[in-house]
């Protein structure tokens, strides 16, 4: 059985760091695109960045030299370094695997269309 599981969410306030983890099981993730995508109410689901199989990444404009999406595929866990964090960051932030997604790029602006496995989320939040 697929799973995956977030943790690290929180609340911030502007500047702030958070370090969001997805813990997979039930199959070898280094085989899938992997990728964090968040969603604010009242607004569409965004693609925030993407890992695919041979570890290249790709991030959304807004996040870019803020945001650092690893993985450490040894203990089958994903991760979302955020560093100056800012309120427009503020919404519920979603783990996601799927595995005919080979481009890390094309992943992230797909915003999880077609992405066949998803974690619950965590809040991050985000004050001024």
């Known amino acids: 059985q697929v799973q995956l599981v977030e943790s690290g969410g929180g609340s911030v306030q502007t500047g702030g760091s958070l370090r969001l983890s997805c813990t997979v099981s039930?199959?070898?993730?280094?085989?899938?695109?992997m990728g964090w995508f968040r969603q604010a109410p009242g607004k569409q689901r965004e693609g925030v960045a993407t890992?695919?199989?041979?570890?290249?990444?790709a991030y959304r404009d807004s996040v870019k030299g803020r945001f650092t999406i690893s993985r450490d595929s040894a203990k089958n866990i994903l991760y979302l370094q955020m560093n100056s964090l800012k309120p427009e960051d503020t919404a519920m932030y979603y783990c996601?695997?799927?595995?005919?997604?080979?481009?890390?790029?094309?992943?992230?602006?797909?915003?999880?269309?077609?992405?066949?496995?998803w974690g619950q989320g965590t809040q991050v939040t985000v004050s001024s």
């Open positions: 039930g199959y070898t993730y280094s085989t899938y695109c």
């Open positions: 996601a695997a799927e595995p005919s997604v080979t481009n890390a790029h094309y992943g992230l602006g797909t915003h999880g269309r077609n992405f066949a496995y």
């Open positions: 890992i695919d199989s041979d570890g290249d990444t």
